[in-house]
């Protein structure tokens, strides 16, 4: 019977791996959040979000998140909006069978809301459709909040990469969620 459920759940995962993203309400926090997929239309919003959270840097440029939305591989990038106004966003790429977080970030004002935590639980749903045994992000050594998030959802401290951020050379630490046991 598990094999029978296993075969069923790989032949839906293909069925859905490029499906589009259903957009719609939801409520973290007693407040009313809209999600959809990023469109090529929202890269300016995302890059406002960048030069807030990282103090006037861009991790990503309009080039980095034009190649990511166009790629022909398995990914979700997603938006989450309050009053019409974009908020955060969140963007995960299939490698083989894991799901790599390659973006998130939250408006400052809006951090501590449970809202990074609602879209790390979207890429998790995605990468289960997907097969996937883990997800893996990697993070500033200096992002202690960050961390503590991450640790709370699961993910477990993996390696440190030197020297990976290249602005300042700044330490990442590779962080790991395996969905091996769910």
């Known amino acids: 019977m598990l094999k029978k459920f296993n075969l069923f759940h790989s032949i839906l995962g293909i069925f859905f791996k490029n499906r589009p993203y259903d957009e719609k309400t939801v409520k973290i926090s007693e407040q009313e ?9 929202d890269i300016k919003d995302l890059l406002s979000i960048e030069r807030e959270v990282y103090a006037g840097e861009l991790p990503w440029t309009k080039t980095a998140f034009l190649v990511e939305l166009q790629a022909a591989e398995p990914h979700l990038y997603l938006l989450i909006q309050k009053e019409g106004k974009t908020i955060g966003f969140i963007g995960c790429r299939i490698f083989d069978k894991d799901a790599h977080i390659t973006n998130v970030a939250v ?17 998790q749903q995605f ?12 993070v500033r050594i200096s992002n202690k909040n960050a961390q503590r998030v991450y640790r709370q959802l699961g993910f477990v401290s993996n390696t440190i990469k030197p020297h990976y951020y290249t ?4 330490d990442a630490l590779e962080m790991i969620l ?3 046991e769910e």
């Open 127 to 138: 990468a289960r459709i997907n097969n996937c045994e883990k997800i893996s992000l990697e």
């Open 33 to 41: 959040y809209y999600v959809r997929g990023i469109t090529l239309d």
């Open 107 to 123: 408006a400052m004002q809006n951090q501590g809301k449970g809202i990074g935590s609602f879209l790390i639980r979207e890429v």
């Open 178 to 180: 395996s969905l091996k």
């Open 167 to 170: 602005e300042n050379k700044e």
